[in-house]
């Protein structure tokens, strides 16, 4: 096992949360924590690379008659995957290399901690997503409006995508994570030439070790406190979306929201920031003029007029404005951004995945 790890000093430390690169998965025993998408999307992955996979969910194996089926079809299912469900017992981490906690899943649950006090590193389906994905990512986080802007990130990159007429950097838009599909379930079908847009959580970003390329904090107000404890725990949980990035890469975060514009010190790589307010000195990002929405760059150039945006509200308002700033940063054309916004009414699903 140790040569196909590579971790952190503190990495038993549990508060640190344990970071864990890996480099293949044959001969690996992984133990995932709460089988619902998340899960069973993870699963289908390890085993396809060859790793054995223990299933482990407080609900009954009959409950989970819908994530068998799902499972079923896998050559190596009989021999790869074992079921524990009805509870969380500690002898399931006895022959564990890894556990992978699914984002509805507190990491005080006695059968993480024992993880932790045995050194096991923890992982989810989104950092094992973020350490294959062979194209650039883009992820968003937020307090709110993070479904929204994820899909209307996701619309004007198909828009680059699928519009002839619009020149595109990328050969295909994949979108994802917290809300539709994990995007672990599609990484064998990307290309370095494609883009990836994933909505994030504080669940699944707490214990996370790598950032997208371009990382987008959108607001951050108190919420779910009952599984973080304080605001400065949730705080650090949305920071981490930014704090693996490096000086080539890009971060989007709202200058209008006082504790996400807090993060923008300590940006890495290049910053873009959003918000009705002015632009600040030499800044870059979108900006409200008159009735337009506008983005500077290298100049000025306007985006689109609020009059032709069908989202209503001040916060839907900031979340077009957010999705055009993590445009301009992914390289799509103006004309794709545009056009994303134009006929957008909102996120046709807003299930979260847990």
């Not at 404890?229 to 650090?236: D, V």
């Not at 989202?311 to 794709?336: D, F, I, K, S, Y």
Request: proline fraction near 4%; aromatic fraction near 6%.
């Amino acid at each position: 096992m140790v040569n196909q790890f590579v971790v952190c000093n503190d990495w038993c430390c549990f508060s640190s949360c344990v970071k864990v690169f890996m480099r293949e998965w044959k001969g690996l025993t992984v133990v995932i924590v709460g089988i619902a998408r998340q899960g069973v999307a993870l699963a289908r992955y390890l085993v396809s690379h060859g790793a054995k996979v223990i299933l482990n969910d407080q609900r009954t194996y009959e409950e989970m008659k819908e994530a068998h089926v799902a499972l079923v079809d896998l050559e190596e299912y009989s021999t790869a995957i074992t079921w524990n469900c009805g509870g969380h017992p500690l002898e399931i981490l006895d022959e564990a290399d890894l556990v992978c906690v699914s984002g509805g899943v507190p990491l005080d649950l006695p059968l993480v901690a024992e993880a932790q006090r045995r050194c096991i590193p923890l992982s989810n389906d989104s950092q094992i997503f973020l350490d294959a994905a062979p194209c650039r990512v883009v992820g968003i986080t937020g307090s709110a409006g993070k479904t929204t802007t994820t899909t209307l990130v996701g619309r004007m990159t198909n828009e680059a995508v699928l519009n002839a007429s619009i020149p595109s950097p990328y050969r295909k838009a994949w979108v994802g994570g917290n809300i539709g599909s994990p995007l672990i379930a599609v990484v064998d079908q990307m290309e370095t030439s494609d883009i990836a847009v994933m909505e994030l959580s504080s669940f699944q970003l707490e214990i996370m070790h790598s950032s997208p390329q371009v990382a987008a904090v959108l607001n951050i107000t108190p919420n779910h406190l009952d599984r973080h404890g304080t605001m400065q725990a949730y705080l650090e949980a949305k920071s981490q979306i930014l704090a693996y990035q490096t000086d080539t890469d890009i971060a989007v975060i709202s200058r209008d929201d006082p504790m996400a514009w807090s993060l923008h010190s300590s940006v890495k790589g290049q910053l873009l920031s959003f918000g009705l307010s002015d632009l600040p000195a030499g800044g870059r990002g979108a900006f409200l003029r008159g009735e337009t929405i506008w983005i500077r760059q290298e100049e000025n150039k306007p985006i689109v007029s609020l009059s032709e945006i069908l989202l209503r509200g001040e916060h839907n308002l900031r979340n077009v404005m957010a999705a055009c700033t993590l445009g301009v940063a992914a390289g799509l054309p103006l004309e794709a951004i545009r056009t994303g916004v134009l006929g957008f009414r909102g996120a046709p699903d807003r299930k979260s995945v847990v």
